[in-house]
């Protein structure tokens, strides 16, 4: 089954539309195929009136996942040679804000190809990267995950005060009806 990446609309609540980059699969089914969230790679709600915030963010996760599909979302190595006859070596972090892409060098550093030791020490410097980069992005994707389960534990808990205050109004609408 191909994975894609998706942005997606839906309105969670009344008058409230989440925006989301999504990963998914598609499973067929006796009428054809269904998609399947595999993971939320990031949300953010808004107020239906805020077309502004909406487009933008959309736009945002658009360039993202873009990004993702290229392996340059979230901490990653890229080699280059240079025209002077050196390899350099860059860890970049790029991470989503509320309105754009903020992308970051963290390290950098460049070899002599033509010393003999060149080889070794930019591998081993390249790896060492890659391992920053490996635990950067597990990091963040646990901060995530954690931020995206108290949102959810959040709307749940209003939600219940929303139900609450629902049925303590019909409750107060019964009792004014039933003492006139």
Request: aromatic share 4%.
């Amino acid at each position: 089954m191909a994975e894609d990446l998706h942005v997606r609309e839906a309105e969670v609540a009344p008058g409230v539309v989440e925006v989301s980059l999504t990963r998914e699969r598609r499973r067929w089914h006796l009428f054809g195929p269904e998609p399947e969230v595999v993971e939320v790679l990031a949300r953010k709600r808004f107020s239906a009136q805020d077309v502004g915030g909406l487009t933008t963010w959309a736009s945002v996760l658009e360039q993202a996942a873009q990004h993702v599909r290229e392996g340059t979302l979230g901490s990653f190595v890229v080699t280059e040679p240079t025209s002077d006859g050196n390899v350099r070596i860059r860890l970049y972090e790029r991470t989503i804000s509320p309105t754009h892409l903020h992308t970051a060098l963290l390290a950098e550093r460049a070899f002599d190809a033509s010393d003999e030791r060149a080889l070794v020490r930019s591998a081993e410097f390249a790896e060492e990267l890659r391992e920053w980069a490996r635990r950067r992005n597990d990091e963040r994707r646990d901060e995530e995950l954690a931020a995206l389960d108290a949102e959810d534990v959040n709307a749940a808990a209003e939600q219940g005060r929303q139900q609450a205050a629902r049925e303590l109004a019909q409750i107060l609408d019964r009792t004014g009806r039933d003492s006139a």
